[in-house]
């Protein structure tokens, strides 16, 4: 498995990261997750449709929190040719119980708790503490990653506006 340091920290603290990293043109690959009720969900399941995944260390924290709910309420205005994907490594029923209680229901919200199959694939798995790296990735109608951001702290936000620029790009290109 590729480890590689150097590229993320935690209020300073510098953190490993395992898997694969992707580039903007590189094909987007598949991952297996798992929805609130732990069926396994491919990523595949979209092929065809635009998505935008969003990657969060833990929703109940502050900015994974925000990050979710931004997402969320930019989802509607996407279109129904595009998918908002939420991903991260927390177990089902987390997420399930914070979906609930902060109304999220325009996304689509994963867990890659059971084997960071996501994480390997994407490159987000993060060593030290088993959850992935905030992260944002679009893919576009013919599976190729057209944006990507690899958040270098996990105390920051993700770069929103570029990313819905990109989402937007894609779903108008036909």
Known sequence: MV????LLTHKGRDLTLLGEPRQVGDRAPNAILRAADQSEVELEKWAG??????????????????????????????????VVITISAEHPYNQRRWCG??????IEVLSDHFDMSFGNAYGTWIKEYRLDQRAVFVVDRENRLTY???????????????????????????
């Open 3 to 6: 480890e590689r340091t150097g």
């Open 49 to 82: 449709k635009v998505r935008l995944i969003s990657v969060v260390p833990a929703l109940d924290t502050y900015i994974c929190d925000l990050q979710t709910k931004r997402f969320n309420e930019e989802a509607a205005a996407l279109g129904h040719d595009v």
């Open 101 to 106: 209680e902060t109304k999220v229901d325009k």
């Open 148 to 174: 990507l951001e690899y958040v270098p702290e996990i105390a920051q936000h993700p770069d929103y506006d570029a990313a819905l620029a990109a989402v937007r790009l894609a779903a108008q290109k036909i």
